[in-house]
């Protein structure tokens, strides 16, 4: 590595960290929420100090280097060449989701989900008056696959306008490969179904792995469909507040161009924009740095759970940083084992259960952290579930 520090510890407690602050138990261990306890690149935290030197923090125009260094990173690195005209800035991904569905759909709209899946997507269908059509994905002997036959069945349905795509997959950890996100297009354009591919995870794919962009699969794919990223989980920016919806069909950009203005989330902060365009010109090397340490992180819970927690079982994962742990034997749900790691073992996780119905007995466990924090997780993981 060129010098970043994955190993060190830096004191997050008492800085108003979500994660780190939740709890009022100074002995809680927090692996829940997905943000990570590394510092971000070097690059950003220069870019930032520049900004702040400045001393004024009025209105942001967004600067032509800003797109150019959008283009330049999606192009070179996920192949899919993003036009200046095709993007909306927002504060992040969520309002991203909702001002899309909000401009695709109509009150009662039904919206097809692969759960278990990101817990806000719900909530933004909720928000938006339409209804979950849930799409449960299969685990095969751990590696979880699509349900095509089911995706159709439910894509011929007149109420169903709009499927939500997570790709990468949090929390199950699946790459999505072409050959499956054609079949989705195939599927979904055929129903006259539009697609918003939630690819905020795309640069945290494992070394060996391929990110496909969904919009890149051609011209029917990219008219028919809206992709949302940000490199807020990728450099652990998530604060800085920053996103972009890219939509490259006129008349559905529109819509969403309405939405995020009628919504108010239509403004963006000079940090994030600043740390956007260092993270994509300056902080190439940084991330792939970044991405070898959580893949042997993701090596070091499944050594783990092997040697010492065998009923437990590793989901077999291909992206993010999110450990999805099948606990089903234990013959608990997911509630009863939270509530043992927060109250024995100060061990706070996330429930399968927010990501849908299908997450019963499952948990997950944020791996991005300094080795020596995951093992102290994996300890107490040991000490209450062992």
């Not at 401009?103 to 097809?112: F, H, K, M, R």
């Not at 509630?335 to 073992?345: A, R, T």
Request: glycine content about 6%.
């Amino acid at each position: 590595m060129k010098g970043y520090n994955f190993d060190e510890i830096t004191p997050r407690r008492g800085t108003g960290s979500a994660k780190w602050d939740l709890s009022e138990d100074p002995e809680m261990l927090p692996m829940w929420v997905a943000d990570m306890d590394f510092k971000t690149a070097p690059a950003i935290l220069s870019a930032l100090a520049r900004r702040v030197e400045h001393g004024v923090f009025g209105y942001t125009k967004v600067p032509d280097t800003y797109y150019v260094a959008l283009n330049d990173w999606f192009t070179r690195r996920h192949q899919l060449p993003i036009e200046r005209d095709w993007v909306i800035y927002t504060s992040g991904v969520v309002p991203a989701l909702s001002a899309i569905l909000k401009a695709l759909t109509q009150p009662g709209d039904g919206v097809i989900v692969q759960t278990p899946a990101y817990n806000c997507f719900f909530s933004s269908i909720r928000n938006t008056e339409c209804h979950l059509i849930d799409s449960p994905l299969r685990n095969v002997n751990g590696y979880y696959e699509m349900d095509f036959d089911l995706l159709e069945q439910q894509a011929k349905r007149p109420d169903v306008t709009v499927m939500i795509l997570c790709n990468p997959h949090n929390p199950v950890g699946r790459a999505w490969r072409e050959d499956e996100l054609r079949r989705v297009g195939e599927i979904c354009f055929k129903h006259d179904v539009k697609v918003i591919s939630d690819e905020i995870h795309c640069d945290l794919v494992f070394p060996g792995q391929k990110h496909q962009a969904f919009a890149a699969l051609g011209e029917t794919f990219l008219m028919n469909s809206v992709t949302c990223n940000s490199p807020s989980k990728s450099f652990n920016i998530a604060g800085l507040q920053i996103a972009n919806i890219i939509a490259a069909e006129p008349t559905i950009r529109q819509r969403v161009d309405k939405a995020i203005n009628v919504h108010e989330v239509c403004d963006v902060n000079p940090f994030g924009v600043e740390a956007l365009i260092a993270a994509y010109t300056q902080g190439e090397q940084w991330l792939d740095d970044l991405r070898d340490y959580l893949y042997g992180n993701y090596q070091f819970v499944a050594a783990f759970l092997t040697q010492h927690l065998p009923e437990l079982t590793l989901t077999q994962q291909e992206a993010t940083y999110l450990a999805w742990i099948d606990c089903r034997n234990l013959k608990l749900t997911s509630h009863e084992i939270s509530q043992l790691l927060k109250e024995k073992g100060h061990l706070h996780i996330s429930e399968g259960t927010i990501y849908g119905d299908f997450g019963e007995g499952y948990i997950r466990l944020n791996m991005a952290c300094p080795r020596r924090v995951l093992e102290d997780g994996l300890n107490r993981l040991k000490s209450v579930l062992g």
